[in-house]
Structure formats: C-alpha cells, structure tokens
C-alpha cells in the first residue's frame, strides 16, 4: 500500500471512529479524538480548547436523542505544517419522539499526529441544510 493510500485509510478510520463515538455518546473516545490544544467551529462560532470541544458533544448526549452519522467524499491534502487537511460530507440523523431531522454538512478540519496517532487539531462542522422529516420507529 502507497503512503498516500495508507494516509487515506487511517483518515477514513478515524472519521469511522468519530462518527460511532459521537452516536454512541462516547465521550471518553471523542476526548482521545483531539490535540490538547483542539479548536471547534460549530455554527460560525469558533471555540478554542478541549473544554469547549467536549461541551459541544456533552451538549448532544444530554439532549438524549439518539443519532446517526455517515461521513462520505473524504479528501486528504498534505499542509503545510505537516499535518492533514480533510474535507468530508456528513449526514445526521437524528431520531426525536416527535420527528427526525435529517441534518447535511461538511467536515473542513485539521488533523495531526500525536504519539503515532492522528487527533483533531481544528474540527469544523459546517451545517448546511436541516431537514424536517416524520417520526419514525423501529
């Protein structure tokens, strides 16, 4: 397997990871997903630090709705710096008692290694549409 290739594959993993932590309301692997200096971008606003980082995700397990993720279209570029520049699609879904929202963004982030492992340096969740959808049930 290529450099490149095998980049690709640990990048694809990580967002796997991420988006299963985040519907699962992992909050002990999202907090190993991160650089102790992370930074997120969530509705225009940016906030630095991993306080802030985990607020963001506590906020989403103490609304107790269960959800969905699917990250799709990763692109891996190389900075600068010597990190990684990864642009993703995502859909959420997110299953209230009184409908689902169907929620449709991108990922714009930075990662980095830390001890052989790649963490969220900058994590950006763009939101670019809601959908309103009826309840559903299993």
């Known amino acids: 397997m290529g450099q490149q290739a095998e980049i690709e594959r640990r990048v694809a993993r990580l967002y796997a990871e991420y988006a299963r932590a985040v519907d699962d309301g992992d909050l002990v692997a999202l907090r190993a997903m991160v650089a102790d200096d992370v930074v997120i971008t969530r509705g225009g606003e940016t906030f630095p630090g991993v306080e802030e980082f985990m607020a963001v995700y506590q906020g989403v397990v103490d609304a107790g709705v269960p959800c969905q993720h699917a990250v799709t279209g990763l692109l891996v570029d190389a900075t600068p710096g010597g990190g990684l520049r990864v642009r993703a699609y995502f859909r959420a879904l997110f299953f ?16 980095v290694e830390v001890d052989g492992h790649l963490r969220f340096a900058h994590k950006r969740n763009l939101v670019e549409r809601v959908v309103a959808l009826p309840a559903s049930s299993i």
């Not at 209230?96 to 990662?111: E, I, K, P, S």
């Open 96 to 111: 209230d008692a009184t409908g689902t929202r169907l929620v449709v963004g991108r990922y714009d982030d930075d990662l």
